[in-house]
């Protein structure tokens, strides 16, 4: 009964949308349509919420008479990964993601207090109609709900390889910031309907962009984390192309965040933010295609008939496609907006705007150019690490030798002299740090010691942005005191996500270049080196767990003859779907790992029992995890403005003090 109530919830969510589209677009002129338009957000969203619920109870009661439950469920998993295995599906997956429209549409009612009433209509009716589209694929081509005539006595279980912790929160996370840019996406819609675009607008779209790249930022690192400790293959980015499709918005989100905050502060680049906020969802609805459309083959894709595939493909080419002809339309009558010249705060941004859509492009054609010519002509090539490594590589190096530049110089009219001598001693430190590494850091690497350098430049920048914010040692120590007090959280905010970028760059050149690596057969007893630590094999022995038995490795590992910590890495085997999969054993050496696998068993000359045990000495690796989780810091500081929240013309509570702070 509570499966038929979720798949009855399911199809009034579908309604509601529908009629949330039809009652917002009419209240755009009448008011008292556009309440019931809200109204029919705020049931679409609990519906879904039935739905969603249901879908779960079904999972944690192991129901499998429902088919998504009997495909992806099994009475032996533990109650985390049944919950999860909810949205571990492609039909559990489209109702999270319906879910988070909803959501988000419900937001707008909420939260939209502050914008103009035909602007606030306008975007409860495009972000009703992107719900409806998603809700009627999954209602008629994905439904979550659908029962099976002969249920089987057990499931088939979920893949092991989503059977963790990390994956149970990745897609959530993933999904809010991919879903949080259908608001952007709806406001700059809704604003080309109407003919405003204006600072106005831009200041209303900024906080729904900082929500959605924040969480998408968190969702991306983890399912790096995931892949790094779960695939056992000592890396955390692999270039697959369903990392690309998660890459690709959050690059965007990146570039209308500072394309946004020109439109706001100067008037500029109306129709350049308008672009980006249409694209940014448009990369994130690409994603959820290439994902479920069955073209690619990846641990993460979903597995899909090309006809869904199609499906998808249609809402992809109606919704975007609706959109940028809107925006082909109406951009030659948009206000150009206020004029800077070449040397200021606003072509700083332009600049990091390139950049930043560059690299998204670059990543677009290395992603969907051997998909494009597999469908010509049959033939399959591949565009891995060493074609991004390439092309993507020097794009981004420009844009971080140029970011700490853009906050040291003023709106309209900049002081490119001043700006590098106020960044003197950060370049310094930069040039120190990368000349010291390839002095001292053996094998002596010069690419990878000008990584180094960039990554100090990055936090030295950062630094040094706060430093010219607070005037520090050119004004007394007293001001600088006040200053500081005073500094905004959206100032805070920026210089933690750009220190941040400075971290993940210091760790992810380190961890590259400086790695160690080594496969050797073992037999109990036996030691080998992995650069300064020694790995010694104790034991292998057999675990009995929830859902599996696994061949579970003891192994010492030691620094200078002392023992630093002891592994335990499995190889697992699950009876269920037949599967074997590897369990990482990681030693946390203070910003460095040592990472251990236990591979298949094998025999030594002698015959004796013996496996093969891969271990890594991943330099630094903690900090291309903990840098991108300071970048979302940085931006939940930022939401927490008031400023930010406060709808253009308002005033701010000791505002003088924060406008001195932020000059």
């Known amino acids: 009964m509570i499966v038929e109530l979720g798949a009855f919830a399911l199809i009034l969510a579908l309604v509601l949308s529908i009629a949330q589209t039809a009652l917002s677009a009419a209240g755009a002129r009448r008011p008292l349509l556009a309440g019931a338009g809200e109204g029919a957000a705020y049931g679409a969203f609990i519906a879904l919420v039935v739905t969603f619920g249901a879908l779960i109870h079904a999972f944690v009661t192991s129901d499998f008479s429902v088919a998504n439950v009997a495909n992806n469920s099994h009475t032996a998993k533990p109650l985390l990964y049944r919950v999860a295995g909810a949205w571990g599906s492609h039909e559990g997956s489209m109702v999270l993601w319906c879910l988070a429209l909803t959501g988000f549409g419900a937001a707008i009612a909420w939260f939209g207090q502050g914008l103009p009433r035909d602007l606030k209509a306008r975007s409860l009716a495009v972000q009703g109609a992107l719900g409806a589209l998603f809700l009627a694929y999954t209602v008629f081509a994905s439904n979550p709900m659908a029962r099976l005539a002969d249920p089987p006595i057990e499931g088939a279980s979920l893949n092991p390889l989503l059977q963790d912790p990390a994956l149970a929160i990745h897609p959530p996370m993933l999904y809010l910031g991919y879903v949080g840019f259908s608001v952007v996406f709806s406001l700059a819609v809704a604003a080309l309907i109407g003919g405003r675009i204006d600072a106005a607008w831009a200041r209303w779209i900024r906080p729904w962009t900082l929500a959605a790249w924040g969480l998408l930022t968190i969702g991306i690192t983890l399912g790096s984390f995931w892949a790094y400790y779960e695939l056992g293959w000592g890396g955390w980015w692999f270039w697959d192309p369903v990392e690309n499709a998660s890459f690709m918005p959050w690059l965007m989100g990146a570039a209308l965040l500072h394309s946004a905050v020109v439109t706001e502060k100067r008037g500029a680049l109306p129709g350049w933010t308008l672009f980006l906020a249409i694209a940014a969802f448009t990369f994130s609805m690409l994603g959820a295609f290439l994902v479920r459309s069955g073209v690619l083959t990846s641990v993460h894709a979903f597995a899909v008939d090309p006809e869904r595939g199609l499906l998808l493909l249609g809402i992809l080419g109606v919704a975007a496609g609706g959109a940028f002809a809107l925006f082909a339309w109406r951009a030659p009558s948009l206000s150009p907006g206020g004029g800077f010249k070449p040397i200021s705060r606003e072509s700083a941004m332009v600049v990091n705007n390139i950049v930043l859509t560059a690299a998204a492009a670059a990543v677009m054609f290395g992603t969907l150019f051997p998909l494009i010519r597999e469908a010509i002509d049959g033939q399959t090539i591949s565009a891995g690490p060493p074609y991004f490594n390439l092309i993507f590589v020097p794009i981004m190096v420009i844009g971080l030798v140029l970011l700490p530049f853009g906050p040291m110089l003023a709106w309209k009219r900049g002081d490119a002299l001043g700006a590098a001598q106020r960044l003197g001693f950060a370049a310094l430190l930069a040039v120190g740090a990368g000349l010291l590494t390839l002095a001292v850091v053996s094998p002596r690497k010069a690419l990878a010691s000008f990584g180094v350098a960039l990554g100090f430049w990055l936090l030295a920048g950062a630094v040094a942005e706060i430093g010219e914010r607070v005037r520090a040692f050119r004004v007394p120590w ?138 890594y000495f991943n330099p630094w690796v903690q900090l291309i995890f903990l840098g991108p989780l300071l970048m979302a810091l940085g931006g939940a500081v930022s939401l927490s403005d008031r400023r930010l929240r406060l709808a253009p013309g308002q005033k701010s509570k000791g505002g003088r003090k924060s406008r001195e702070a932020a000059a």
């Open 478 to 615: 007293p001001e600088v005191r006040r200053r500081f007090g005073g500094l905004p959280r959206g100032a805070w905010g920026s210089s933690l996500a750009h220190f941040g970028l400075g971290l993940f760059v210091l760790g992810a050149c380190f961890e590259t270049a400086w790695k160690i690596e080594l496969a050797e057969v073992m037999e109990a007893g036996r030691s080998v080196p992995l650069g300064a630590y020694e790995l010694t094999l104790d034991k292998v022995g057999v675990v009995d767990g929830p859902n599996y038995l696994a061949e579970q490795g003891l192994l010492t590992v030691r620094k200078g003859g002392k023992v630093v910590c002891t592994a335990e890495p499995e190889r697992r085997f699950y009876p269920a779907g037949g599967q074997t999969t590897q369990e990482v054993a990681i030693c946390y050496r203070g910003l460095d790992q040592v990472y251990i696998t236990l591979g298949e068993r094998r025999a030594t000359a002698q015959g004796q029992p013996a496996w093969l045990v891969r271990g």
